[in-house]
């Protein structure tokens, strides 16, 4: 899988090497970095406020202080140093009140492109498999579509596989940063940090976005009992710090 990309940090992807020999083998290393940084830091800003986030954002802000110039380096940091200014009391309860899933602000992936039907089910299992060949666990108190979770595992798990599921989820990603754009959130800057590391939406993806505002995700009261569990409301708080078996 191959592309380019907005951003200085993801110019090139998957398995080119952006150019002939060792040095474009050593672009192509400096930027997969950039990448996996990236991801890292907006899994754990999308993981829920609470006591571990705040121990980790100065480590998330140096990490990303080092990417190179680019926009996902300066969202990031604008998002960082949103979080380390707001009593932590209140950044959980924004958190909270952004990440509606009534309001097509959810963190979960598969809500854009199956909502409440029974291919939601189906879709969390394919996501799982992908976790499972690569050795993969994630907690049991969360869903593998929640995005912080998808983005450690591009970071840590299969950068390869993890990229992939990005791009395959890259409309609800698109919509997800249009809904926290028009609510005015600094959330937007964090997966507004994701998108720069994927390629360019192509028509097809424009026009996926187009029809998921217009008309929403598909719906049907069934939820997830495929796949053996449900969304919980509020949403589920991200542990981050799941890893391989």
């Known amino acids: 899988m191959s592309t380019t ?49 705040f121990e980790r954002l100065p480590l998330v802000a140096r990490a990303a202080a080092e990417l190179p110039r680019g926009q996902a380096r300066t969202d990031l940091l604008e998002f960082c140093e949103h979080a380390s200014t707001t009593p932590e009391t209140e950044l959980a309860e924004h958190y909270v009140d952004v990440f509606d899933l009534r309001r097509r602000r959810a963190l979960h992936m598969t809500y854009y492109t199956d909502g409440d039907t029974r291919r939601r089910g189906h879709a969390l299992a394919e996501i799982q498999r992908v976790y499972a060949e690569a050795g993969w666990r994630v907690s049991a108190r969360e869903l593998p579509d929640h995005l912080a979770v998808m983005l450690e595992f591009a970071a840590r798990g299969d950068a390869e596989a993890g990229w992939g599921l990005l791009v395959d989820f890259r409309a ?51 939820g997830t009992e495929p796949y053996g569990a449900r969304p919980r409301v509020p949403l589920p708080r991200t542990d981050t710090a799941g890893g391989q078996g």
């Open 5 to 53: 990309t907005n951003g200085t940090d993801g110019e090139a992807t998957g398995g080119r090497t952006g150019g002939a020999g060792w040095l474009g083998a050593g672009r192509a290393a400096r930027r997969a970095h950039a990448r996996a940084v990236t991801h890292q830091a907006a899994s754990v800003l999308l993981g829920y406020p609470d006591e571990t986030f």
């Open 172 to 222: 609800g990603l698109d919509l997800l940063s249009r809904s926290l754009a028009e609510y005015g959130t600094p959330y937007a800057r964090v997966v507004d940090a994701v998108r720069h590391t994927l390629p360019a939406p192509r028509n097809a993806d424009e026009e996926r976005v187009r029809r998921l505002a217009a008309q929403g995700p598909p719906a049907e009261d069934v």
